[in-house]
């Protein structure tokens, strides 16, 4: 089964698993995991934070950032098919008790002007304290639900330094800020540098099994830890896990553009066939969209030929490209999709 249902699936090699089985490993929770502390230390480097914290999902290092930059009660603005507002299990409320002022974007990528609109009063008549007070802004890079689009820098530099004029924090889930950089050249340290926290995730296209870091200043690293630990998130002996995330961030970042080269050559034969839409311009790291009659049909179709993809409502079908899909893969699924797509 060639599996394109997402970057999370896929499974560390035998030199991952190697490093992972040599690790040496301590006590997390106490603080003393020499893997851990390495790993924690090497992000934070490359992003050119303070410090980071090694938590094991991408979800936890949103709703942490989330819980550290706000009080219950607060609103928090982003695009509104970000992966916090409608892939966090309710989190948001749940956990850091905010609202969200959801925005209305074509790729994930959204305004100074509308983050102004979203903060402003609806008139100055009201006095103050009648509104629930914006307090963080996020940015997703790339935009999982838009497609893998990429937020380029000029746009997160002006987005953020309206989210400053209205005193406003800023995180970045970047959990595929990997394939941003690798989409654009720009340096993982010039994304970070544009907002307050980033979310990473080793689990994606990097292809280690578990675990992402929050990344930040170290006063709020800090009082993340606390969180990580309220929310079950103390793991102890994580070197082992730590160390296949290390691995991956040496080993696997260049080759993320192989990834961007099959989606896009599988997202142009899926454009040439009748039946099927491909928005090409969503189209810009290792996601492709596609929308057809009667999806799931579809993909079950795909799936019993051999290629699995995610069908992602009625009629929008998902292939994401990763470490495990070769060249060679790319070529069987576009001539799988070909027969399936001329069989209907
Ligand atoms: C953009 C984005 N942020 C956060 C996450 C959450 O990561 P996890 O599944 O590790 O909780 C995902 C997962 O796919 C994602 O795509």
């Known amino acids: 089964m060639i599996d394109l249902?997402?970057?999370?699936?896929?499974?560390?090699?035998?030199?991952?698993?190697?490093?992972?089985?040599?690790a040496p490993v301590g006590d997390d929770v106490l603080g003393d995991d020499?893997?851990?502390?390495?790993?924690?230390?090497?992000v934070a480097e490359l992003l050119g934070k303070e410090d980071a914290v090694y938590v094991p999902s991408g979800t936890m290092a949103n709703q942490i950032a989330l819980r550290v930059h706000t009080r219950p009660g607060d609103r928090v603005v982003m695009d509104g098919e970000s992966h916090i507002r409608v892939h966090e299990s309710g989190a948001p409320a749940a956990l850091a008790g905010v609202t969200i002022a959801p925005l209305e974007t074509d790729h994930g990528i959204f305004t100074p002007d509308q983050l102004i609109d979203a903060t402003t009063q609806p008139s100055p008549d009201f006095p103050p304290g009648l509104f629930?007070?914006?307090?963080?802004?996020?940015?997703?890079?790339?935009?999982?639900?838009k497609g893998g689009t990429v937020w380029g820098i000029d746009s997160m530099r002006s987005v953020s330094a309206a989210a400053r004029d209205l005193g406003l924090a800023v995180h970045l889930d970047g959990a595929r800020l990997w394939n941003a950089t690798a989409a654009t050249g720009v340096d993982l340290d010039q994304f970070a540098a544009t907002v307050d926290t980033v979310n990473v995730?080793?689990?994606?296209?990097?292809?280690?099994?578990?675990?992402?870091?929050?990344?930040?200043?170290r006063e709020l690293i800090d009082r993340g830890r606390w969180?990580?630990?309220?929310?079950g998130g103390g793991f102890r002996q994580a070197g082992i896990i730590a160390a296949g995330a290390l691995y991956a961030l040496e080993h696997n970042r260049d080759r993320l553009v192989d990834d961007h080269d099959n989606a896009r050559?599988?997202?142009e034969a899926a454009a040439d066939l009748d039946g099927l839409t491909v928005d090409l311009k969503s189209v810009q790291t290792n996601m492709v969209f596609f929308d057809v009659a009667d999806a799931s049909l579809f993909a079950e179709r795909l799936r019993s030929t051999g290629v699995d993809m995610l069908a992602l409502d009625p009629t929008r079908?998902?292939?994401?490209?990763?470490?495990?899909?070769?060249?060679?893969?790319?070529?069987?699924?576009?001539?799988?999709?070909?027969?399936?797509?001329?069989?209907?």
């Not at 995730?201 to 200043?217: N, T």
């Open 317 to 344: 079908i998902r292939a994401v490209f990763h470490l495990d899909v070769s060249d060679a893969d790319t070529t069987t699924a576009i001539e799988v999709l070909r027969a399936v797509a001329a069989s209907r």
């Open 265 to 267: 050559r599988f997202a």
């Open 227 to 231: 969180f990580k630990k309220m929310y």
């Open 201 to 217: 995730c080793f689990s994606k296209g990097l292809g280690a099994p578990i675990g992402s870091a929050l990344v930040g200043p």
């Open 132 to 145: 629930d007070p914006t307090t963080l802004v996020t940015m997703e890079n790339t935009h999982n639900e």
């Open 5 to 22: 249902r997402s970057d999370t699936v896929t499974r560390p090699g035998e030199a991952m698993r190697a490093a992972m089985a040599s």
């Open 34 to 42: 020499p893997t851990v502390i390495r790993l924690e230390a090497r």
